[in-house]
């Protein structure tokens, strides 16, 4: 069963040459959620991104992450991601981690749809052979048909978005992060894709989801983690936490 473990995890970002700006420096204050630093010795400031968060995911959780903008959710989704790496504290996955962060990251304008597709999928760690088998698939989901064949920069937006959600979608998570729910277009592939959206929440073991929507995170998560200036305020059920958001 897959289980994800943070001690004591901190992110810091070092902003350099803003101690002699004062206007750049309030700037900052005002839009950072993050808790501010001084080091007078290095003439920077730190971003106190995340600031000792500690927490145990195990198999059934389905984890909404809650807070304001700026309260440190997607660095933590980035953390998970192995994106960022924590500047203390220590990370443990018992499980292979699956972040849908950007459903249209490595998606080639020039490339077609079946390129894009075996593109897309080694970025999301699956191999060739493992793409090659659900490619028929994949091009049956996004009913896209002969335009597979072609450049993607043929496509409409509402077209790119099928094709990347389609192969986004193919894969079989153990820990799955997402970061918002992607809408893919026109009402009746909307239907469909929010089957297969559920179907991919019902396979992983352990889920994060960061969402400004709070009936999202309800109707799809039994946890949730409210963050504020990168701290963990509460981590509870959902309804504990959001008597207390």
């Known amino acids: 069963m897959a289980s994800v473990t943070l001690d004591s995890v901190t992110v810091d970002f070092p902003i350099y040459n803003v101690n002699s700006r004062s206007l750049k420096k309030q700037f900052i204050r005002l839009t950072t959620g993050g808790a501010l630093n001084n080091d007078e010795s290095h003439k920077c400031v730190v971003v106190k991104a995340l600031d000792n968060v500690s927490f145990h995911l195990e198999h059934g959780d389905r984890v909404g992450l809650i807070g304001h903008n700026g309260a440190g959710k997607s660095t933590l989704l980035r953390v998970l991601a192995q994106i960022y790496e924590p500047t203390a504290g220590r990370i443990h996955f018992d499980g292979k981690v699956s972040p849908l962060l950007d459903v249209m990251l490595g998606i080639n304008q020039e490339s077609s749809g079946y390129e894009n597709i ?128």
């Open 118 to 245: 075996i593109l897309r999928g080694l970025l999301l760690g699956l191999t060739r052979d493992e793409i090659m088998q659900k490619t028929a698939e994949i091009a049956a989901f996004t009913e896209l048909g002969d335009y597979l064949s072609m450049p993607v920069r043929t496509y409409s937006s509402g077209m790119q978005l099928r094709l990347a959600f389609g192969v986004a979608t193919s894969i079989s998570p153990e820990i799955l992060l997402l970061d918002e729910v992607v809408g893919t277009g026109d009402a009746a592939f909307m239907v469909k894709a929010e089957k297969r959206f559920n179907e991919l929440i019902e396979q992983s073991s352990v889920v994060v989801l960061a969402s400004h929507s709070n009936d999202v995170i309800k109707r799809i998560c039994n946890k949730a983690i409210l963050l504020e200036a990168g701290k963990v305020k509460y981590f509870g059920t959902i309804e504990k936490v959001f008597a207390h958001y």
